[in-house]
């Protein structure tokens, strides 16, 4: 549904507008919370609601389980107008903002750990003691720099396995991911001391440069597979002394790690996370905010000292539920 087709019959509905006008500026296509709202503005019409305000009453009404709905989709419709309420709250309305409490997040299984500064070092101290093997003579080299690589662009596993030297520029320091989730291409940056590293990297280990090279070059041809990568992984946490289980850590953690130490470092220093959240979309190849933000739900949860920084000025973009493990 598009929002130009959508013509609110409440008394709510420049309210209702103003709010879905709000998430779609900073983001949000809101196709489908537009119309679980149009479906609340035509509750509120025939309830005949004639004050501008969110009675507790109309709230019960509109987010009581009905026959056959899944715990989801009725979660979807707690969200929506809570999310409402807040708006109206913000603009000085009444509004009674129905208990998150009464959420589940347990949408995915997957619970991202986010490695600590600490734990970082000592996994890349790990690798750079790795020793050298003669069955594959540049693992020693491989896994310091993939998996600061990991963590320092925030990449997919599979998008750092598939990159090519015609996809590194070593001059202005950028990786170039093709083929990623979701169809989309990007330009990645690296920082400073990571170009370097790569340039060393390259240097070491492609003696005979070909543009149709893999990057990470295995010794059987090709590139090194994510099981193999992920094995190596499992063997520098130990070394490392990072415990792992059936749930985690995992390689795509370094991933979900580089987006929360990024918005931590943002919330900090006050910078204005509502702009910026769309660039972090973008490096991280997110089709639209949403997973993006919820790392900033995350980023609030594991650090108190600033969630009530991040919770005063940005509890419009946090969103109520978690996470896939694939963002």
Known sequence: MSKESVVFQSILGPLIDGYIEEKTSVGYKYIKGSSLLNQFDTLAANENLRDIKLPKELVFLWTEKRPNETVSTRNGRISIIRGLAKYMVRLGYEAYIFPAATISIDRYSYVPYIFSEIELKNIFT???????SDVSPNRHLT???LFRMLYGCGLRISEAL??????VDLGNGTLFIRD???GKERKVPMTDTLTKRCRLYVKETHHIESSDNYLFQSPYGGHYKESTIYKLFREILWKAGIS???KGPRLHDFRH???????KKWVLNEEDITNLLPYLSA???HVDLRGTQHY??????????????VEQNFSTIIPEVSFSETD
């Open 126 to 132: 790990t690798c750079d003691m790795y020793p050298f």
């Open 143 to 145: 896994l310091p720099f």
């Open 162 to 167: 598939n990159l090519k030297l015609k996809d």
């Open 180 to 182: 990623a989730k979701f």
């Open 244 to 246: 792992h289980s059936g």
């Open 257 to 263: 790690t580089f987006a929360v130490h990024c918005l």
């Open 283 to 285: 490096f991280l190849g």
């Open 296 to 309: 900033l739900r995350l980023t609030a949860d594991l650090y108190p000292k600033i969630i009530a920084s």
